[in-house]
């Protein structure tokens, strides 16, 4: 089956941990992006990459780090320096990054810091 | 700033009645707008996309329509069905074309 995963499902840390979250995607697609949702909210993005090695910022990058060595792969690393790590996160990718594409997304990873 | 967003948080509908979901966007130069069904602790899913250059696209049960001289987006959904509960999300492409931006959602509440 061709799609996106996201693993695990559900992740419990504890405060001050760094923690990285999965996203992997059997699609071919240059473009992957990672958000962030909070009860009752919309998606916020945090980084996204059109291409292998090389990524940039979005809207609430703080406290976040991503690698794309792979063009499979997008993992998100929430630092102990986001403040306020505990949301649902959701992992994309589009054919393109240029804009103007669907973007299919995965099942998404619960965190929860205490 | 750029923003999405979406007229009522929720909509409360009968099966079988037609729902309206509305949406205004900011940015009149995004030329790319999509909408998304997300249902509880799921991923959002596709369900019908709509070029600047076009006012109207129809899918299955679904007919997205563009307002470019009021930037207002709509989703319409025929025969509303209790499948159809979900928070429904607008997004349009960024400045710059490389991303969405999301409006905040609204939740779809279908009774039988």
């Known amino acids: 089956d061709g799609g996106i995963t996201q693993s695990p499902k559900y992740l419990f840390r504890k405060e001050g941990q760094n923690v990285t979250l999965s996203c992997e995607q059997n699609l071919n697609h240059d473009a992957m992006y990672w958000y962030r949702q909070d009860p009752g909210q919309g998606l916020r993005l945090i980084y996204y990459s059109q291409i292998v090695n090389d990524f940039q910022k979005g809207d609430i990058a703080e406290g976040y780090s991503v690698s794309r060595e792979k063009k499979e792969s997008f993992p998100l690393t929430v630092t102990s320096a986001q403040k306020n790590p505990t949301a649902f996160y959701l992992c994309?990718?589009?054919?393109?990054?240029?804009?103007?594409?669907?973007?299919?997304f995965g099942p998404g990873t619960r965190l929860t810091v205490t | 700033g750029e923003s999405v967003g979406l007229h009522l948080p929720t909509l409360s509908v009968q099966e079988g009645d037609n729902s309206i979901i509305n949406c205004a966007y900011s940015n009149s130069a995004s030329d790319y707008f999509i909408w998304y069904k997300q249902e509880s602790g799921k991923g959002p899913q596709f369900i019908i996309d709509?070029?600047?250059?076009?006012d109207k696209r129809q899918g299955q049960r679904v007919t997205v329509l563009l307002n470019k001289t009021v930037k207002h987006l709509s989703l319409q959904i025929a025969a509303t069905q209790p499948g159809d509960s979900a928070v429904y999300f607008c997004?349009?492409?960024?400045?710059?074309?490389?991303?969405?931006?999301f409006g905040k959602g609204t939740t779809l509440s279908v009774s039988s």
């Open positions: 997004a349009e492409n960024n400045q710059a074309g490389t991303a969405l931006i």
């Open positions: 994309a990718s589009s054919s393109s990054g240029t804009g103007g594409y669907e973007q299919y």
């Open positions: 709509i070029r600047s250059n076009m």
